[in-house]
């Protein structure tokens, strides 16, 4: 029998008391669509949300009271999320999960196109030459694809929910012939660097940009330039806007 909201409270409060954590008296739990995340948690006011992916509705209840443990151990700080759960983390690396949450991913998402021929600029071109510079050929090609909106909050993005090897989407404000070429290399760089480096998990939160990442990315021949480039597509977009084009300006893109 599915796993549904009732059930799931009543775990999250069995789980609490294995480990002993103390839990805000409401609890509000649902399942929802998510991209990405296997569930998320907000505290706020004296109650505790939290949203399953969808993904899970049919899962088997020991997997459901092994996220529970994850959930709670996340939620409470009375242990580390890794350490318990474990028959939880052995389902999310299981292919009919995995596969489930592609499907759902690409048919629910609406922020790429999987096209990685741009205007003004080839991924899987960008792609093969960075590899062959900097990873020797060593990766395989993931699904490459453009935003399909300008966006100002960050330059690209690397997925591992797609299989077999990933999903790299870099910003549309990139695929223009006025941006350097060395621009589009180093921003595809940083995110191929994303398929070899490992997420650390600190407090319970995944932590992509550790030291050691940071250290690989300044291998970029001119890692150096790309701040102050960044800096002109803003300017540029910027100006675009002032004349009536569509959008927003929002935050700077963040690497």
Known sequence: MPTGPSEMEGLLREAARGLRARLPRRLQVSFRPLAEAYFRTTARGGELRVVVNDAFDDAPVGVMASMAEVIVARASGAARPREVGIRFWAYVETDPLRERMQRNYLARQRSFDPEPNGRAWDLDDLFDRVNEEYFEGALERPM??????????????????????????????????????????????HEMLHMLKDTKVVNGRRVVHTSEF??????FDRYGELRPEYRKVLNRYARRLSRGSQGSRGRRPRR
């Open 214 to 219: 940071r250290r690989a990315e300044m291998d």
């Open 144 to 189: 490459l694809g453009w935003t399909r909106r300008p966006i100002t909050y960050r330059w690209g993005w690397y997925s591992s929910m797609v299989r077999p090897h990933g999903l790299i989407v870099i910003n549309c404000l990139l695929d223009d012939p006025q941006v350097p070429e060395f621009v589009l290399e180093g921003t595809m760089h």
